[in-house]
T-cell receptor, first 111, second 113 residues
């Protein structure tokens, strides 16, 4: 079963614009992670945010977490064509070690 | 250092055959995970090992699926009597201790004809 839902399902933007993706989940969590996937193969870990954190930055990435709303957002600033990929959020669903993934957002950045 | 590796990268088999998929985790990582991803979907959890033991196999869809990790390092996912519905990308991940960042391999694309 899928824990998270990403919104939007697909997003198309021009290079240089910002891209925002949202993720909602259902149960309490210890942490939430964002991953990128190119061409349906291996996932690349982007960032992990813990339940007691509200915001985290890594380069052009900014992640927020609102545990009261059970939601997170990923912002990619000054997007590049190379950012074209699918982006997934994943949660640990509380006292589990497995990750439960959302359905993903397909981002297309046009040069 | 080397990341998670998976072999083969692609596997085509016929319905009813047996397949083995291999995962080599990052050296020193005690936790190893298997996920399955169908087209257009997010990965779905299959099984998790802490050391040599399967700590959580709740995601295995049925008894045709089995996984081992005999020495606490390399893991093999075994699928008996494959069905066309088993076609998917099988992803392996490892983490240092569990409940931490999981690092994924490139996946094995299984196609059952």
């Amino acid at each position: 079963s899928q824990q998270g839902e990403e919104d939007p399902q697909a997003l198309s933007i021009q290079e240089g614009e910002n891209a925002t993706m949202n993720c909602s989940y259902k149960t309490s969590i210890n942490n939430l992670q964002w991953y990128r996937q190119n061409s349906g193969r291996g996932l690349v870990h982007l960032i992990l945010i813990r339940s007691n954190e509200r915001e985290k930055h890594s380069g052009r990435l900014r992640v927020t977490l609102d545990t009261s709303k059970k939601s997170s957002s990923l912002l990619i600033t000054a997007s590049r064509a190379a950012d074209t990929a699918s982006y997934f959020c994943a949660t640990d669903a509380g006292n589990t070690d497995k990750l439960i993934f959302g359905t993903g957002t397909r981002l297309q950045v046009f040069p | 250092g080397a990341g998670v590796s998976q072999t083969p990268s692609n596997k085509v088999t016929e319905k009813g055959k047996y397949v083995e998929l291999r995962c080599d985790p990052i050296s020193g990582h005690t936790a190893l995970y298997w996920y399955r991803q169908s087209l257009g979907q997010g990965p779905e959890f299959l099984i998790y090992f802490q050391g040599t033991g399967a700590a959580d196999d709740s995601g295995l869809p049925n008894d045709r699926f089995f996984a081992v990790r005999p020495e606490g390092s390399v893991s093999t996912l075994k699928i008996q009597r494959t069905e066309r519905g088993d076609s998917a990308v099988y992803l392996c991940a490892s983490s240092q201790t569990g409940r931490d960042t999981q690092y994924f391999g490139p996946g094995t694309r299984l196609t059952v004809l």
